[in-house]
């Protein structure tokens, strides 16, 4: 375990930059009371963060992020240890900074029955801007985030990515010298966390804006000039992303095989004793060894090549270490049926679905097979969970047809739930129940009565590991257990088809590795999976799937044919985002076309 730096060396030593920072902790302690337990949220945690960069807080959920960031902006007070923020004392005088800081929380508060431009004023006039310069600093943040043709739109009729943007721009109505994010790109689509981010590199550059980001996609932590790894409430770590790449030198491998499916040659790679980590990325699957041996399954035709390491290896190799009881999580079902049947358990033909005169989905038509992994992708808006609610049974249809697992939706929607799951983005629990009293409720909901309702709900809290949180309010769960206890009452009765809504968003890799573990052992026994995902390397445990932009869809097929068609012309296999992004574009490109 690396400790946090003492105070007197808060800043990395191997930039011999001496300005001072922005932001410094020093010892800082805080803890919770949650029920009759005490929760230590930030343990003696130092750093400092400088100014004039983008500076990003990364660690997995629960390892004091959120809580960080509260205490910067004068939110919460600190149990012990200093904490200044632009130079002033946070403790003494919050109010003082909170008006020379922009703070933007995991779920910003936009007034969804206000226009764009009535969040603005509202905005402007809670930061105390003068009306002669509104015009002025509107037109510059609208244009900036791409806003300036929906001033008169209400925020809740915006998609989640134009929210995500709204938000960040109401924070800028007055300029902050220090701008906190709190995990901004979460639950936004490829395209719209590529644009937030364009807008934090131009306030870096054109106002000297100073940037604190936190953020669960990985991928992102390449993108800061440096970053601060924080776990269990401590700082482990301060340095460029680069730096923490380096340590992995000799650790990272791509394998593959012409004989195995991906998903069997990642469980084969699991259980080598050389290997901490197994991935699947495109046509191979990623290793992170333990040394610097390479793994050599005993597989005809196998092909292990040397790759270069990243941010994500060094985070999975540090925390996955430390992390009890993730050896293998894998799901087994206690009734083995017929689900493996070979046809088609989904059938989607010409599926529309119209608001007034406008067509939310249309003429959609797909095709999902027995047993596959389905994935469900679009930006944000683009009809995806529309049509993944007709699927479900939960919004009616307007026209065409679909049936899930033989039963028509148009005409059948009850039974046709009773022989599903569905696990919702935001996890559908019943926040002031318990963990047992969840599984009571939903287990009851579909239909399970005496001895096999209590077998079905003690299979739940031993396979999932919730029984020592039976007791715990399901509100009070960290997020990657309120993620499992979402999925142990989707499987209860262990459903032929399973449908996921973006499940883990916002989830760190480590509980985003296990949950996919989970997943693939339940396509091994025949559950068919359909999933909807804004992270595109998630896209890659897809055995098929469609994307679709305004209402239909654009393509279908294997994520490697997807790469292949839309990655664009480079000279290595093209990442699923560079190929989701570059179909989006051409479709852009050919709704403009003369």
């Not at 029920?35 to 400088?50: D, P, Q």
């Not at 963990?435 to 309702?453: E, H, I």
């Amino acid at each position: 375990m690396i400790h946090s730096p003492p105070a007197a060396d808060l800043l990395p030593a191997q930039h011999g930059i001496s300005s001072k920072p922005v932001l410094a902790l020093n010892q800082v302690d805080k803890g919770f009371m949650v029920g009759k337990n005490r929760i230590i949220a930030l343990n003696g945690a130092s750093c400092g963060i400088r100014a004039g960069m983008v500076t990003g807080l990364i660690g997995p959920d629960g390892a004091g992020k959120t809580t960080l960031m509260r205490l910067c902006a004068g939110l919460l007070l600190p149990d012990r240890g200093t904490l200044r923020v632009l130079g002033m004392d946070v403790t003494r005088n919050p109010l003082e900074v909170q008006a020379q800081i922009g703070y933007m929380p995991q779920r910003f508060g936009l007034y969804e029955d206000l226009s764009v431009r009535e969040n603005l004023d509202l905005y402007a006039d809670l930061q105390g801007v003068s009306a002669e310069t509104r015009t002025e600093r509107y037109r510059q943040l609208l244009s900036m985030a791409g806003l300036e043709g929906f001033q008169d739109r209400l925020a809740g009729r915006l998609s989640g990515g134009m929210k995500q943007k709204l938000g960040l721009v109401c924070t800028l109505v007055q300029p902050p010298r220090l701008l906190l994010l709190d995990e901004p790109t979460v639950g936004v689509d490829p395209v719209s966390r590529r644009e937030l981010w364009q807008i934090v590199y131009h306030l870096v550059e054109t106002e000297s804006m100073s940037v604190l980001l936190s953020t669960a996609y990985l991928d992102e932590a390449e993108r800061c000039a440096e970053v601060v790894l924080i776990h269990g409430g401590r700082i482990l770590g301060h340095d460029p992303p680069e730096a923490f790449s380096r340590q992995m030198a000799g650790r990272t491998w791509l394998v593959r095989t012409p004989g195995s499916a991906k998903r069997a040659l990642q469980r084969v790679l699991s259980r080598d004793p050389v290997v901490l980590d197994a991935l699947i990325l495109g046509t191979a699957v990623r290793v992170v060894s333990h040394g610097c041996t390479p793994p050599l399954p005993e597989i005809p035709e196998v092909e292990v090549m040397p790759t270069p390491p990243r941010f994500e290896d060094y985070f999975v190799a540090t925390l996955k270490d430390t992390t009890a009881n993730r050896e293998d999580n894998r799901i087994v079902l206690r009734t083995v049926n017929d689900r493996a049947n070979g046809g088609d358990v989904i059938v989607v033909d010409h599926l529309a679905r119209r608001f007034g005169a406008f067509f939310a989905v249309d003429r959609v038509s797909f095709r999902v097979r027995s047993g596959e992994i389905f994935g469900l992708l679009g930006a944000n808006g683009a009809g995806k969970t529309t049509t993944f609610r007709m699927l479900c049974g939960l919004l009616p249809i307007t026209s065409g047809t679909c049936t899930v697992a033989g039963m028509n939706l148009r005409t059948a929607a009850a039974a046709a739930r009773a022989r599903i799951g569905y696990m919702a983005q935001k996890f559908s629990l019943y926040g002031n129940l318990t963990v047992l009293q969840n599984l009571r409720f939903f287990s009851s909901a579909y239909g399970l009565r005496g001895s096999r309702r209590r077998t079905q709900i003690d299979w739940a809290l031993a396979t999932f590991g919730l029984a020592p949180y039976a007791a715990t309010e399901s509100q009070d769960l960290p997020l990657g257990f309120k993620q499992r206890l979402a999925l142990a009452v989707a499987l209860m009765h262990e459903p032929e088809v399973l449908f996921l809504d973006e499940p883990t968003s916002g989830v760190d890799p480590l509980a985003r590795r296990d949950f996919w573990t989970q997943i693939n052992s339940l396509a091994d026994q025949g559950v068919t999976v359909l999933v909807t995902t804004h992270f595109m390397e998630e896209a890659e445990y897809c055995d098929r799937l469609v994307i679709m932009a305004d209402g239909r869809v654009l393509a279908e097929g294997t994520p490697w044919e997807m790469k292949e068609r839309h990655g664009g012309a480079l000279d290595r296999e093209a990442t699923m985002e560079e190929a989701f992004i570059g179909l989006l574009h051409d479709h852009q490109l050919a709704g403009t076309a003369p």
